[in-house]
């Protein structure tokens, strides 16, 4: 079957903020007089939001609740994003290109509030037939539930899907959930081997991702 439509992920392939993510939440532990844990940077690229929070405050012990430490972590990424919104190169006309023949969603991580500033803000708004958070589905990644709803509210099956990620929480989720990856590697956080087996294709950059290779994939 051909591909018919696109999820992108957003942190890592349309935006380049998993440092201004990590700065920012380790930051505000070390507020608190915690550290974060050998894992947790890794663990928490693709939680959703009530999952890193949770992992913030029950597992390295900030002593604040964890829809507290939300709140607080997310204002701050939402005021870094106003100062300047960190746009992969590319990636604005790589989402332009791609919906000129497929159609468009996106799956993140991100909270709904950054999601609608980040798309807001790039003038991408209209480009997307479905925006979806892990807020608003029952797990974050890996576990497939964002990429699933995704394709399920665009009526379509995973089949004719293709997914676009980064991290390697976000290419199992895309896996798991069926699609047909693309990966394209953060330089600083790059994926796991089993997480890179997932992928179809793996690209340098967004750029090399164009409707001439999404159509190769199937």
């Not at 995973?158 to 959930?177: F, K, Q, T, W, Y």
Request: glycine share 6%; hydrophobic share 45%; charged share 20%.
């Amino acid at each position: 079957m051909s591909i018919e439509a696109v999820v992108f992920d957003l942190d890592g392939v349309i935006i380049d903020t998993e440092e201004v993510w990590e700065e920012v939440r380790r930051g505000y532990v070390a507020e608190h007089g915690r550290e974060f844990l050998p894992d947790s940077q890794d663990r928490m690229m693709g939680m959703s939001t009530v999952e890193w929070s949770s992992h913030l405050a029950d597992e390295v012990g900030v002593p604040v609740p964890a829809a507290q430490v939300a709140a607080d972590v997310l204002g701050r990424m939402a005021a870094r994003y106003r100062e300047s919104l960190p746009l992969i190169p590319g990636s604005v006309e790589t989402v332009r290109a791609l919906g000129k023949r497929y159609r468009l969603a996106l799956a993140s991580s991100s909270a709904r509030i950054l999601i609608d500033q980040v798309l807001a803000t790039a003038g991408l708004t209209d480009e997307f037939e479905v925006t979806l958070s892990t807020e608003e589905v029952a797990r974050g990644k890996p576990a497939p539930d964002v990429y699933l709803t995704a394709v399920a509210k665009l009526g379509l099956t995973p089949s004719v899907c293709a997914a676009i990620e980064d991290s390697s929480n976000g290419l199992r989720s895309a896996g798991a959930a069926g699609l047909a990856v693309i990966a394209v590697p953060h330089g600083v956080y790059p994926a796991a081997p089993d997480a890179l087996a997932q992928a179809s294709l793996v690209v340098k950059t967004i750029t090399e991702v164009t409707p001439e290779a999404v159509a190769a994939l199937r």
